[in-house]
Each structure stands twice: as C-alpha cells, then as structure tokens.
Nanobody
Framework: VQLQASGGGLVQAGGSLRLSCAAS????????LGWFRQAPGKEREFVAA????????HYVDSVKGRFTISRDKAKNTGYLQMNSLKPEDTAVYYC????????????????WGQGTQVTVSS
C-alpha cells in the first residue's frame, strides 16, 4: 500500500484546510491511519489517528476540538479536517499506516506518505 497526502497550503489564522490521504496499490488493511506533523527544528509529533475498522479516533491535546479525523473505507482514503488553524500548526503533515496498533507511537507505522506543507499566517 502506498499513501499519498494532499490538501496542504497557505491559510490565515482562523482558517481551515482539509488534508487527504489516499491509499493505493491495495485495500487499506492496517490497524489505523495516523497523521503526524513536523515543524522546522522540531521532532515529528503525533496529531491524530483513526482505527480503520470502527472509526475510533484519538487526538493530541493541542488539536482537540479543532481537528477532525475521518476515513472513507470505500474510497480507501483518510481525511484530516483542520479548523481554527493557528500559526503553531504550521508544519509538514504526514499520513501513515499503523501496523501494530500503537496509535501514538511513530514506530508503530510502517508506510508513510510524502508529506504536505501547511502554513498558517498570523
């Protein structure tokens, strides 16, 4: 399975973006789909993940109430709806497939998309 992330861009603070993560090559058959982000000079951090089977989701505290993760099993695609964006959300966002079920841990993920840049201006 290959993952393709898209939907990033430049937006003003308070604005919204919707990221997509399309899985190709095979039906998505991993435990969950996750989104991570990496800002310049910082480590990659977990943002959100959704269990593919039942839609159960988890978020890092800093995005709760602003971001919503979802998936469309028929389209083999995951989404990250980002509202009320802040300058501190600026980062490259990556989607990834969770092979081992430890949603919060990047080491649990075995396939990564190429990343999409999100820039939030103040």
């Amino acid at each position: 399975v290959q993952l393709q992330a898209s939907g990033g861009g430049l937006v003003q603070a308070g604005g919204s973006l919707r990221l997509s993560c399309a899985a190709s090559g095979d039906t998505f058959n991993r435990y969950s789909l996750g989104w991570f982000r990496q800002a310049p000079g910082k480590e990659r951090e977990f943002v959100a993940a959704i269990r593919w089977s039942d839609g159960n989701s988890h978020y890092v505290d800093s995005v709760k109430g602003r971001f919503t993760i979802s998936r469309d099993k028929a389209k083999n695609t995951g989404y990250l709806q980002m509202n009320s964006l802040k300058p501190e959300d600026t980062a490259v966002y990556y989607c990834a497939s969770d092979r081992y079920g430890n949603m919060w841990d990047a080491r649990s993920y075995d396939r990564w998309g190429q990343g999409t840049q999100v820039t939030v201006s103040s």
